[in-house]
Nanobody, 129 residues
């Protein structure tokens, strides 16, 4: 059974940085399709970034428009961890951030919540102005 555990959330001031990590266990496939989502109070969960890898090689990365140029998704340790480096954080980035795994190879697109089969518990990111 695949398990995802997020860490790295916290509170920062606007302009600051955080690095989220998602530790993946129980996955034996050679290809990896992982995403980071966030959900602010009263809002729907939205896709932030996603990555497709083939072993240790990154094949594709995807970002929602609001984080392009500020956030970077990456894989480390031969698919056992996925990171989200977040720079130039803004108050509107405040949300619970979730890591998710898609075993269908992004067949439903990278940003659809319904396309992911396994989810972590989330880590809170709070950005103050």
């Amino acid at each position: 059974q695949v398990q995802l555990v997020e860490s790295g959330g916290g509170s920062v001031q606007a302009g600051g940085s955080l690095r989220l990590s998602c530790i993946v266990s129980g996955y034996t496939g050679s290809n990896n399709f992982m995403g980071w989502f966030r959900q602010a109070p009263g809002k729907e969960r939205e896709g932030v970034a996603a990555i497709a890898t083939d072993g240790a090689r990154t094949v594709s990365t995807f970002y929602t428009d609001s984080v392009k140029g500020r956030f970077t998704i990456s894989q480390a340790n031969a698919k056992s961890a996925v990171h989200l480096q977040m720079n130039s954080l803004q108050p509107e980035d405040t949300a619970m951030y979730y890591c998710a795994a898609d075993f269908s190879g992004f067949a439903d697109g990278w940003s659809r919540v319904s396309g992911y089969q396994s989810w972590g518990q989330g880590t809170q990111v709070t950005v103050s102005s």
